[in-house]
C-alpha cells in the first residue's frame, strides 16, 4: 500500500511524547512486560529526562520527566477506566490512548502473556458497525480487534489488530461541530481517496 498522504510523504509514526512520574518504572514496564527497547536515554536541562523506546518497525514511544511536573489528572488528562469497563472520556486536546498494532494472529496469545505479567486488561472489544459499536463474538462485520490496559502512570494503551480492510462504506458519519450540530457539508475527507 503507498503512501495516500497527496500533500506530505508521511512515512508513519515517529514517536509519540509523553510524561511519566518515575521514568525507571516507566522503562521497566516498556522493556520487561512490553518487551521494547531502550535506544536512547537523554538528560534535559533543568534536570528532567526524555528517553525513547523502540515499539518495532522503526518507531517509538517517548517519555519526558520533569521533577515538577503536575501530577495525573484522570478523567481530565487521561482516562478514567478500560474501555468497556467504565468512562473514557477526557478533555480536549489530551490524548485519549497509544494503540499499538499487533498481528491479528497473536491478538489471544498477547492477552495471556499481560494477564500472566499481571497487568490487569479490560475485556476484549470486537469493533463494529452495529448501535454499540462492539460485538461479543468475531463476525465479518468486525473491522478491529483491542484489549486496553493502562501503564504504571495510567497512560491508557491498547493493543489492536486490524481483521478486515476498510473501504468505501466505512466512511458514512458526519463529522459533528463544537455545538454538536452536524456539517451542512455532510462527511468530509472522503473525495481524496475514493
Same mark, same amino acid.
Given at each position: ?66 521533577? &515538577? ?58 469493533? =463494529? &458497525? $452495529? ?8 463476525? =465479518?462485520?468486525?473491522?478491529?480487534? $483491542?484489549?486496553?490496559?493502562? &501503564? ?26 463544537? &455545538?454538536?450540530?452536524? $456539517? ?11
Amino acid at each position: 500500500m503507498g503512501n495516500s498522504n497527496t500533500k506530505f510523504e508521511l512515512q508513519g509514526l515517529c514517536h509519540l511524547a509523553l510524561v511519566c512520574e518515575d521514568m525507571e518504572r516507566t522503562v521497566e514496564f516498556y522493556t520487561e512486560v512490553l518487551g521494547m527497547r531502550l535506544p536512547k536515554t537523554i538528560d534535559i536541562p533543568g534536570g528532567g529526562q526524555h528517553f525513547f523506546l523502540d515499539m518495532g518497525c522503526e518507531e517509538y514511544i517517548a517519555f519526558f520527566w520533569f521533577p &515538577d511536573a503536575p501530577k495525573r489528572a484522570p478523567g481530565v488528562a487521561s482516562a478514567e477506566a478500560l474501555p468497556g469497563v467504565g468512562e473514557i472520556m477526557t478533555a480536549h486536546g489530551s490524548m485519549n490512548h497509544v494503540a499499538f498494532k499487533v498481528p491479528a494472529e497473536k491478538f489471544d496469545e498477547y492477552k495471556a502473556r499481560l494477564d500472566a505479567a499481571g497487568v490487569a486488561t479490560g475485556p476484549i472489544l470486537n469493533h =463494529d &458497525d $452495529s448501535p454499540s459499536t462492539v460485538a461479543r463474538e468475531m463476525h =465479518d462485520g468486525v473491522y478491529i480487534r $483491542s484489549m486496553y490496559f493502562f &501503564d504504571p502512570d495510567g497512560i491508557l494503551l491498547e493493543f489492536a489488530c486490524w481483521t478486515r480492510e476498510l473501504g468505501p462504506d466505512d466512511v458514512r458519519v458526519a463529522p459533528r461541530r463544537a &455545538d454538536g450540530s452536524y $456539517s451542512e457539508r455532510g462527511v468530509v475527507g472522503t473525495s481524496v481517496n475514493a
